[in-house]
Each structure stands twice: as structure tokens, then as C-alpha cells.
């Protein structure tokens, strides 16, 4: 497509799904756009002029924009030292209570993943994990703890998987009580205001679609959501440089510590 149609599809899809594509790496998007508009018409006049129309597409079109790719303790190295180390810092920080944000967290392997490491160090019942994704679909399926399928459980421990999930026929089904510490809601990071006072900020493979003043804007923004000393957790292709850096202490891996804590130390002292 050509830059004058690229630019009218940008604004019909901001228009009918409030994406604003803006945000995002300009190559990589018109070129997946492209390729999707590709399958369903050989007029992408006509494709944008219908864009709208059919609600079965919108949702496609919705779905592939947000990029639903997710599992559960996806990397496992990254999730290995969230489970030895950072997290007991943080219980130790917390008194064993923490407020723990997964921005983007798809159909919910992230959150429930985490919240089977909080209920293993019996921490689960006195936290609390705020869940959001602005594909609504993929947050249904979180909301209703699956089903999932063996293959999607394929990175959980079988002892873990006969904890904290059910069998069904549909598939695997999060219980009850890993389920209730969960909330789940809908949040648009490049649009909605955040909430504040976390201890952990999980984001991971997000980022990496957004253009670098978008991901240092969203990186700053996320650094004000946390309590002083409070963590983000980023994606394994994911990092944070200059700039961006400059509000964050490296704790190694993908992980980096607000360095506000700092300050108030500092001034304390």
C-alpha cells in the first residue's frame, strides 16, 4: 500500500478501534497489515472504506494487531530468578504482601504464572495481581482461567498443574483460588491513565512493537506506577538503555529496580 492509504487505514482503524497505530515500528506494521489485507481483498480502497463492517474481521484485525503470543514461564531462566530472587526481596520489602501489575498480559499465562510463585511462597491470599490487555477476547479467556491446552500447559510443572488447575474436557481450568487474587480489566497503555503503588510491573514482549519515544514515554510511565524500590519485568528481548535506564537500577537479567528508592534513602540519610 502506498503512503497516502496507509495513512487513511491508520486513521479508520484508530477511528473503529482506537489503536493508534502511531505508536507503533512503521515498517514492521505496514508490512504486517499488508500481508492481512492481502488474503481478504485485492482492493485496499474498498478494504478500508468496508473496514468496520463485519465484526468477525474486526476482531481478526484486533487480534493480530495486539499480538497474542504467550506462556506460561515463558523463558524460563528470566522466571527462575523472579522466583529465587526477586521476589523474596520483594515479599521481604512487603511483609509478604504485594500489589503486582501484568500490563498485557493476553490470555492470562502471565498473571497465573506468577500467582502460582506467590502461592507457593504463601503470599497468594494476602496480594494482589491486577491483570489488563486491550484484546478483549484474550481477556475473557483470562478472566475465565481457560481452557487451556495441553500444549498451551506445557511449561507448567505436573505437580503445579494438579494444584492449581482442573481438568475438563474443554481443556485445563484455573481453580478457584488462583483464579480470586486475580482482577482482570481492560487498559489501552498508549491511552488509559495508570494506577499506582505496585511492587512488581510485569511487561514483557510488548515493548518491542512500539517506536523508541513511545517505549521510553511507557517505560517512564510504568516507573511512576511503582513504590520506590519497586520492579519492572521485561521482556527477554527486551532492555532498557540510556535514557530510559536512567530512572532504573539493573538487578541483572530483565529486571530493573526503581531508582526513586534511592533517592528517598538518600534524603532520609
Not at 527462575?80 to 498480559?105: F, H, K, M, Y
Not at 494482589?128 to 498451551?152: H, N, Q, V
Not at 505436573?158 to 482482570?184: C, N
Amino acid at each position: 500500500m502506498n503512503d497516502e492509504q496507509f495513512a487513511r487505514l491508520k486513521a479508520r482503524l484508530q477511528q473503529v478501534l482506537g489503536l493508534d497505530l502511531e505508536a507503533y515500528k512503521e515498517a514492521q506494521m505496514r508490512r504486517r497489515l499488508t500481508t492481512y489485507i492481502s488474503r481478504l481483498s485485492d482492493d485496499i480502497d474498498t478494504f478500508i472504506a468496508e473496514l468496520g463492517k463485519d465484526e468477525a474481521q474486526l476482531k481478526e484485525l484486533r487480534d493480530m494487531i495486539t499480538i497474542n503470543v504467550t506462556e506460561f514461564f515463558r523463558d524460563e531462566a528470566q522466571w527462575a530468578q523472579l522466583r529465587s530472587t526477586v521476589l523474596p526481596d520483594l515479599l521481604e520489602r512487603g511483609r509478604g504482601r504485594l500489589n503486582i501489575w501484568s500490563a498485557g498480559c493476553s490470555t492470562g499465562q502471565e498473571p497465573y504464572s506468577i500467582a502460582m510463585y506467590l502461592a507457593e511462597a504463601g503470599a497468594l491470599d494476602k496480594s494482589t495481581i491486577t491483570a489488563t490487555d486491550f484484546d478483549r477476547e484474550a481477556l475473557g479467556k483470562a478472566k475465565d482461567g481457560g481452557p487451556y491446552s495441553a500444549e498451551e500447559m506445557k511449561g507448567v510443572p505436573r505437580a503445579e498443574l494438579t494444584k492449581h488447575f482442573d481438568e475438563t474436557p474443554e481443556g485445563f481450568v484455573a481453580k478457584a483460588a488462583l483464579k480470586k487474587t486475580i482482577k482482570f480489566r481492560e487498559v489501552n497503555l498508549l491511552a488509559d491513565k495508570f494506577s499506582h503503588g505496585y511492587d512488581l510491573v510485569v511487561c514483557r514482549n510488548v515493548m518491542i512493537y512500539f517506536k523508541p519515544d513511545v517505549k521510553g514515554d511507557l517505560v517512564q510511565r510504568f516507573r511512576k506506577t511503582l513504590k520506590p524500590d519497586g520492579v519492572l519485568f521485561i521482556g527477554a528481548t527486551e532492555a532498557l538503555l540510556g535514557d530510559d535506564l536512567a530512572s532504573f537500577n539493573r538487578l541483572g537479567g530483565n529486571f530493573y529496580r526503581n531508582s526513586d528508592g534511592d533517592e528517598a534513602k538518600t534524603k532520609a540519610a
